[in-house]
């Protein structure tokens, strides 16, 4: 069973086997514990499980309404006006007609992030300009410095994901709106707002309002995720009529199923307890980052998602818990080594109830840190090693000089240590354009989680040895071996690969840099939704 299953991650590019597949290779046909896709464990409700399944019959029969009937009806719902939204057959079919129909030629977007916001533009020969999130600064996006990379680079499409997948970062909306209004020069400015009915860092997160009075914005939002139905497949976008109004007309007439249907049109009725399951997925999130981090050398970063990034102790290898935590204790877990800019030492963790949680924190203290054989951690004195996930990830970065452009194989494989092979890549200009409106730095994002246990400092890589002259007068002593000269601040000729623009690190390096943040304390539970009525589009 260990075989087959782990044979199911290998054969996955950017995201985890389905639980379909999952579940047949078990064996007895049960799933595993679910920490990996991002879900609401608390909505629906039991009763509406036995609603949809007392309908069963009729829903999977009959054809659905038209997809403007169900988007009239959540239009209704969520105070906004029909003209504004497009309805998908999920999150992934709206990115699949943003990149087709509004961008031309380049798109930049801050890398760990949902994978196809690099894949889909990449697939259809745009440039994707990747902007490394810094570990040391808690993977936290500084939007003045991505407006100075995306002038650097003259992108024409700039992506911003908040909360962002997998970290968790969170962008106050008054300095989203800032951007957009920096960014109003660009063909196009995309809000992902996926996982922002999670937040409770504001009582009014969303900038969907503010999108509709302008010419060149979008906002992605999903259904799935919040109300626990990833398998329905449903999401929306809000943007200017004429934005949203040339998405829907590609969409076909009956791209959203009956389940969509039915379920759009149970919302109205159970609003209190939809709000009361964001409550407590909120509430378990601060428990869950309080038991994390309590374990040695694991840390837990700031989140306003649905879900935890952690990295793992040093020496420990993504892939071995994972496939250890699923066989041995039947817990599925998302590894990030096939993320572009994350690595096999961090995991993505869903908020999960604290019985869950419990059987979490228990499996990883034993494959973490058990004494028998084959435990995740070695031994000390055994050293580390990148993982093979790793490898890609720092090849792939490599190769594509982090813009999606792929460049000649260096005769020469890249050095462990963090040192850019030179290579022909894409020119930058020697310094940034200003941007049309200032914008002040971003700030930290408000953390929810108390501040974990410093991990333990990676070993370094050991010094090159200078040589010692041999005492016998007759033999020379060889010469001194120079120490390697450090990098340039700032790349004037062509850029070497794996190196972006104003001053970002590479995959190796950003690795590299273990401090843990300083000023991770708990978010205040402020902005729930009303219980008694609906939240709107804004999450009030």
Same mark, same amino acid.
């Given at each position: 069973?260990?075989?087959?299953?782990?044979?199911?991650?290998?054969?996955?590019?950017?995201?985890?086997?389905?639980?379909?597949?999952?579940?047949?290779?078990?064996?007895?046909?049960?799933?595993?514990?679910?920490?990996?896709?991002?879900?609401?464990?608390?909505?629906?409700?039991?009763?509406?499980?036995?609603?949809?399944?007392?309908?069963?019959?009729?829903?999977?029969?009959?054809?659905?309404?038209?997809?403007?009937?169900?988007?009239?009806?959540?239009?209704?719902?969520?105070?906004?006006?029909?003209?504004?939204?497009?309805?998908?057959?999920?999150?992934?079919?709206?990115?699949?007609?943003?990149?087709?129909?509004?961008?031309?030629?380049?798109?930049?977007?801050?890398?760990?992030?949902?994978?196809?916001?690099?894949?889909?533009?990449?697939?259809?020969?745009?440039?994707?300009?990747?902007?490394?999130?810094?570990?040391?600064?808690?993977?936290?996006?500084?939007?003045?410095?991505?407006?100075?990379?995306?002038?650097?680079?003259?992108?024409?499409?700039?992506?911003?994901?908040?909360?962002?997948?997998?970290?968790?970062?969170?962008?106050?909306?008054?300095?989203?709106?800032?951007?957009?209004?920096?960014?109003?020069?660009?063909?196009?400015?995309?809000?992902?707002?996926?996982?922002?009915?999670?937040?409770?860092?504001?009582?009014?997160?969303?900038?969907?309002?503010?999108?509709?009075?302008?010419?060149?914005?979008?906002?992605?939002?999903?259904?799935?995720?919040?109300?626990?139905?990833?398998?329905?497949?449903?999401?929306?976008?809000?943007?200017?009529?004429?934005?949203?109004?040339?998405?829907?007309?590609?969409?076909?007439?009956?791209?959203?199923?009956?389940?969509?249907?039915?379920?759009?049109?149970?919302?109205?009725?159970?609003?209190?307890?939809?709000?009361?399951?964001?409550?407590?997925?909120?509430?378990?999130?601060?428990?869950?980052?309080?038991?994390?981090?309590?374990?040695?050398?694991?840390?837990?970063?700031?989140?306003?998602?649905?879900?935890?990034?952690?990295?793992?102790?040093?020496?420990?290898?993504?892939?071995?818990?994972?496939?250890?935590?699923?066989?041995?204790?039947?817990?599925?877990?998302?590894?990030?080594?096939?993320?572009?800019?994350?690595?096999?030492?961090?995991?993505?963790?869903?908020?999960?109830?604290?019985?869950?949680?419990?059987?979490?924190?228990?499996?990883?203290?034993?494959?973490?840190?058990?004494?028998?054989?084959?435990?995740?951690?070695?031994?000390?004195?055994?050293?580390?090693?990148?993982?093979?996930?790793?490898?890609?990830?720092?090849?792939?970065?490599?190769?594509?000089?982090?813009?999606?452009?792929?460049? /000649? #194989? *260096?005769? @020469?494989?890249?050095? %462990?240590?963090?040192? !850019?092979?030179? &290579?022909? +890549? $894409?020119?930058?200009? =020697?310094?940034?354009?200003?941007?049309?409106?200032?914008? /002040? #730095? *971003?700030? @930290?994002?408000?953390? %929810?989680?108390?501040? !974990?246990?410093? &991990?333990? +400092? $990676?070993?370094?890589? =050991?010094?090159?040895?200078?040589?010692?002259?041999?005492?016998?007068?007759?033999?020379?002593?060889?010469?001194?071996?120079?120490? !390697?000269?450090? &990098?340039? +601040?700032?790349?004037?000729?062509?850029?070497?690969?794996?190196?972006?623009?104003?001053?970002?690190?590479?995959?190796?390096?950003?690795?590299?840099?273990?401090? !843990?943040?300083?000023?991770?304390?708990?978010?205040?539970?402020?902005?729930?939704?009303?219980?008694?009525?609906?939240?709107?589009?804004?999450?009030?």
């Amino acid at each position: 069973m260990a075989g087959n299953v782990t044979s199911l991650f290998r054969g996955t590019v950017a995201h985890s086997p389905s639980m379909a597949a999952l579940t047949r290779e078990g064996g007895d046909g049960t799933g595993p514990v679910d920490f990996c896709i991002p879900c609401n464990p608390y909505f629906p409700t039991p009763a509406m499980y036995d609603e949809l399944a007392a309908r069963l019959r009729e829903i999977i029969t009959y054809y659905p309404s038209s997809a403007d009937t169900i988007t009239a009806e959540l239009c209704g719902l969520l105070q906004l006006p029909p003209q504004c939204v497009a309805m998908g057959n999920g999150s992934t079919e709206l990115i699949t007609w943003i990149d087709h129909l509004l961008v031309r030629e380049s798109l930049a977007v801050p890398v760990p992030t949902f994978g196809r916001w690099t894949d889909q533009p990449m697939e259809t020969g745009k440039r994707v300009d990747m902007f490394p999130l810094q570990e040391a600064s808690g993977f936290a996006l500084d939007l003045a410095q991505y407006a100075d990379f995306i002038r650097a680079r003259g992108t024409r499409v700039a992506v911003i994901c908040n909360p962002n997948n997998p970290d968790g970062g969170y962008l106050r909306k008054q300095q989203v709106v800032q951007f957009m209004d920096a960014m109003a020069d660009l063909d196009l400015v995309i809000v992902d707002e996926s996982f922002l009915e999670f937040a409770d860092a504001e009582a009014e997160p969303s900038v969907v309002q503010e999108a509709m009075l302008r010419p060149n914005v979008v906002v992605l939002r999903s259904l799935g995720k919040n109300f626990g139905l990833h398998g329905i497949r449903f999401g929306y976008l809000v943007a200017n009529p004429a934005l949203a109004g040339k998405v829907r007309g590609m969409l076909p007439k009956w791209n959203l199923n009956s389940f969509a249907e039915h379920v759009v049109f149970m919302l109205k009725e159970h609003g209190p307890e939809y709000a009361q399951s964001l409550q407590q997925v909120r509430r378990d999130r601060l428990e869950m980052a309080s038991h994390l981090s309590a374990l040695p050398g694991l840390t837990v970063y700031p989140s306003q998602g649905n879900f935890l990034f952690v990295r793992l102790p040093v020496g420990a290898e993504g892939t071995v818990v994972r496939d250890r935590m699923l066989t041995e204790h039947r817990i599925l877990v998302r590894e990030c080594g096939n993320k572009i800019g994350s690595s096999s030492r961090f995991l993505r963790l869903v908020v999960r109830p604290q019985v869950d949680v419990r059987r979490l924190v228990s499996g990883l203290e034993q494959v973490l840190y058990g004494s028998r054989r084959g435990a995740a951690v070695p031994e000390l004195g055994t050293g580390t090693s990148y993982s093979s996930g790793t490898a890609a990830v720092d090849r792939l970065v490599s190769e594509t000089n982090g813009s999606g452009m792929r460049v /000649p #194989a *260096a005769p @020469q494989p890249m050095p %462990a240590a963090p040192q !850019p092979a030179v &290579a022909a +890549a $894409q020119p930058l200009p =020697a310094a940034p354009q200003p941007t049309p409106a200032p914008l /002040p #730095a *971003a700030s @930290q994002p408000l953390p %929810a989680v108390a501040q !974990p246990m410093p &991990a333990p +400092a $990676q070993q370094p890589m =050991a010094p090159v040895p200078q040589p010692v002259p041999a005492p016998a007068p007759p033999v020379p002593a060889p010469a001194p071996v120079p120490a !390697p000269a450090p &990098a340039a +601040a700032v790349a004037v000729a062509p850029t070497p690969p794996g190196v972006p623009a104003r001053g970002g690190l590479t995959a190796a390096q950003v690795r590299g840099m273990t401090a !843990p943040a300083t000023d991770l304390t708990p978010a205040p539970a402020t902005g729930w939704p009303n219980a008694q009525s609906w939240p709107n589009a804004a999450g009030a």
